[in-house]
């Protein structure tokens, strides 16, 4: 079964502003993961958040999880053309904490 | 480098025709994951190892079939392919101590039914 839920689905801006991704889960949850997948490619790992965390930085990324709300949330500042590319939130199945259940994603197209 | 590789990176075969993936890492991560990913949609698990100890999901249907032979390799096999399994078939590896890891990816097999 899907447990998180990307929003938007589409998402398009110009190159040099701030994209937000947003992912909503249904259960509770001891990490949230998101990665990246540029066309046609595999899925790059971005950033882990564990369920005590608040907030995490990697770079231009920056990760937040709202526990209470079970949402979590994806930055991307300055965006580059090269930041083009579909977005995963990755939530644990109920079938093992270690496996994760993939959202449908956000495209991002970041326009030059 | 340590990586996943894909082999082929694009495959056709004939409906009804066995095909078979592979998948190697580099990484000795003791999970193999296998998934199912159709345009625009989430990739969908089909079954992994835990070291050799095989899972498979409750809806991965009985055409596709796996392999572990060691630690290195894992195989998908397809039986008997059919239109609606024209996918992208991704190969995933992680270590896991049961907290949740990030899991490294394959660039992907892109399987053509024809």
Redesign the interface.
Known sequence: S?QGEEDPQALSIQEGENATMNCSYKTSI??L?W?RQNS??????LI?I?SNEREKHSGRLRVTLDTSKKSSSLLITASRAADTASY?C?T??S?G?????????T?LIVHP | DAMVIQNPRYQVTQFGKPVTLSCSQTLNHNVMYWYQQKSSQAPKLLFHYYDKDFNNEADTPDNFQSRRPNTSFCFLDIRSPGLGDAAMYLCATSRESGLGNEQFFGPGTRLTVL
């Open positions: 899907q001891n990490n993961q990665y046609g490619r595999g899925l790059v790992h882990l564990r995963f990755a644990p199945s079938g904490s270690y496996i994760p259940t993939f959202g449908r994603g495209s």
